[in-house]
């Protein structure tokens, strides 16, 4: 049986009294290092090979679940919120239009949409300048997104048949809403607002409702 140093682990020829690694003493009665537990070079590869295999799943799971938050950053109402915040960040009306619930084709005005969504972003860029000046940097953080209690929803459904009596609501699925902190900041100045987005969910995929 193949014998080693319980100091090193360097393996000892037959006869050895010290190892010639590192000079410890060797047992000469047992012929093996005391405590020295010899691993059968077979188990030792397939232990290995399971310990390669459990490094390899982690790696996989870690990277799903990766991949799993990425897309659903950009689809739902995650996507929603990305994407509006972009168009208000470039003060980019007709994407907002282009995002926009079916309900707004329903306006006698074809001009009364691209005024609101105007009115609602321009508002803050005002504020943004009169604080803090023309050049400033805008960043943003979701705080929260939920859906609307039932309640609510009949309330803004109530509100929505009144303006656009000719849109049928309940192809309104349902109504969630999106708490975002935006930040306009510029050297040492900066002022903070919270955006309100209302999302309406028509058919499979979420469209912009209001934005306040």
Same mark, same amino acid.
Not at 133 to 150: F, R, W
Not at 178 to 189: P, R, Y
Not at 191 to 201: A, F, H, P, Q, Y
């Given at each position: 049986?193949?014998?080693?140093?319980?100091?090193?682990?360097?393996?000892? =020829?037959?006869?050895? %009294?010290?190892?010639?690694?590192?000079?410890?003493?060797?047992?000469?009665?047992a012929?093996?290092?005391?405590?020295?537990?010899?691993?059968?070079?077979?188990?030792?590869?397939?232990?290995? %090979?399971?310990?390669?295999?459990?490094?390899?799943?982690?790696?996989?799971?870690?990277?799903a679940?990766?991949?799993?938050?990425?897309?659903l950053?950009?689809?739902?109402?995650?996507?929603?919120?990305?994407?509006?915040?972009?168009?208000?960040?470039?003060?980019?009306? =007709?994407?907002?239009?282009?995002?926009?619930?079916?309900?707004?084709?329903?306006?006698?005005?074809?001009?009364?949409v691209?005024?609101?969504?105007? =009115?609602?972003?321009?508002?803050? !860029?005002?504020?943004?300048?009169?604080?803090?000046?023309?050049?400033?940097?805008?960043?943003?953080?979701?705080?929260?997104?939920? =859906?609307?209690?039932?309640? +609510?929803?009949?309330? !803004?459904? +109530?509100? !929505?048949?009144?303006?656009?009596?000719?849109?049928?609501?309940?192809?309104?699925? %349902?109504?969630?809403?999106a708490?975002v902190?935006?930040?306009?900041?510029q050297?040492?100045?900066?002022?903070? %607002?919270?955006?309100k987005?209302?999302?309406?969910?028509?058919?499979?995929?979420?469209?912009?409702?209001?934005?306040?």
């Amino acid at each position: 049986m193949a014998k080693f140093c319980g100091n090193c682990g360097a393996q000892l =020829d037959d006869g050895d %009294k010290v190892c010639g690694q590192c000079g410890t003493p060797v047992n000469g009665n047992a012929g093996t290092v005391p405590g020295l537990k010899v691993v059968d070079p077979e188990k030792k590869k397939k232990m290995a %090979k399971r310990i390669k295999g459990i490094v390899a799943l982690v790696i996989v799971v870690a990277l799903a679940i990766t991949g799993v938050k990425v897309y659903l950053s950009f689809t739902g109402t995650n996507g929603l919120v990305r994407k509006v915040m972009t168009a208000y960040e470039d003060y980019d009306v =007709d994407s907002l239009v282009a995002l926009s619930s079916d309900m707004y084709y329903y306006f006698d005005s074809d001009d009364y949409v691209d005024e609101y969504f105007e =009115d609602a972003v321009g508002e803050y !860029i005002d504020n943004f300048e009169s604080s803090v000046g023309h050049s400033y940097k805008l960043t943003y953080e979701v705080d929260e997104i939920y =859906d609307l209690s039932k309640r +609510k929803q009949e309330e !803004i459904f +109530k509100s !929505i048949g009144y303006q656009f009596p000719d849109f049928d609501v309940d192809t309104i699925s %349902k109504i969630a809403v999106a708490n975002v902190k935006v930040t306009a900041k510029q050297g040492s100045k900066s002022v903070n %607002k919270t955006v309100k987005i209302t999302m309406s969910k028509e058919g499979k995929g979420w469209k912009l409702l209001y934005l306040e």
